[in-house]
């Protein structure tokens, strides 16, 4: 016998017509005429060898092998069925699922704790598996690779249609210099700000971002006396030096050394940073990932 014949649809009729007895009610049962199901009752004869199903004086009677396939057929379908229904729907409190995030560094700083937090209450067997990137398109990369479910970090340089994306949080520029530095007390204007050493954060190791871009529409360059990928260590190399440095506020706050840095307003007119909570089109609706997803949005 051939399987690769049988489709779920045959089953399904088969399933009805042990039923009903009766090849017009099992259509009904279904949704499928009754021309439709005698044609997929002949099918199931040709396919299985036997008659399936007789005449009889009170409608179709089964054959010994019909009645042989009835059961395991029958929970075969129910556990498809049950297999379909759990795949609708995400109980978090009684689920084990794991989840792959990407997180680049800020917002695994911010994320994380609040994330864990709320799983903590409300799917305390759910696990998290982070990884991390630094280029913006490296998050495209995974989530295409399907290395990852979901990434949050600011948005890739080229949309692509296949990456969705939603808003989570806005990040704005602050300088900062250490507390007792000479310039710490006086108005920070452009004159001043260019005057100083500048340390400049690059998580993709470029040497031009935000700030040289604004000045550079102006004319302008500053001094960058130091360029480094890990935005968390310029705050506590700000506090032991006599350079200023750039950079979000949010990464300024969770340092843990705010106490030790002056937080100034910069003297140009810089865009805030959008953070976004991106995903593959692929698990667009997958009832897992949409729990997920919405999670994660109710923390911002």
Partial sequence: MDLHGIDLNLLVAFDALMAERSVTRAGARVGRTQPAMSAALSRLRALLGDELFVRGP????????????????????????????????????????????????????????????????????VVLRVRSFTARDDAVTMLDAGEIDLAVGVPPTVPAARILTRPLFEERFVCVLRRDHPAADLPLDLKAFLGLSHLLVSPENERFGHVDAALAKRGLKRRVALTLPQMYAAPALIA?????????????????????????????DLASVPLVLAWHRRNDTHPAQRWLRETIASLF
């Fill in 240 to 268: 032991r030096s006599d350079m200023i440095a750039t950079l979000m506020a949010g990464v300024v706050s969770a340092s843990g050394h705010s106490h030790d840095l002056s937080v100034l307003t910069p003297p140009l």
């Fill in 58 to 125: 009170t409608g179709l009677q089964p054959t010994p092998r019909a009645l042989d396939l009835a059961e395991p057929l029958g929970r075969a379908l129910a556990e498809i069925e049950r297999t379909l229904a759990f795949t609708q729907r995400f109980e978090p409190r009684s689920s084990a699922a794991a989840f792959s995030l990407g997180l680049s560094e800020h917002p695994a700083h911010v994320l994380l704790p609040r994330l864990v937090e709320r799983l903590r209450e409300i799917a305390p067997a």
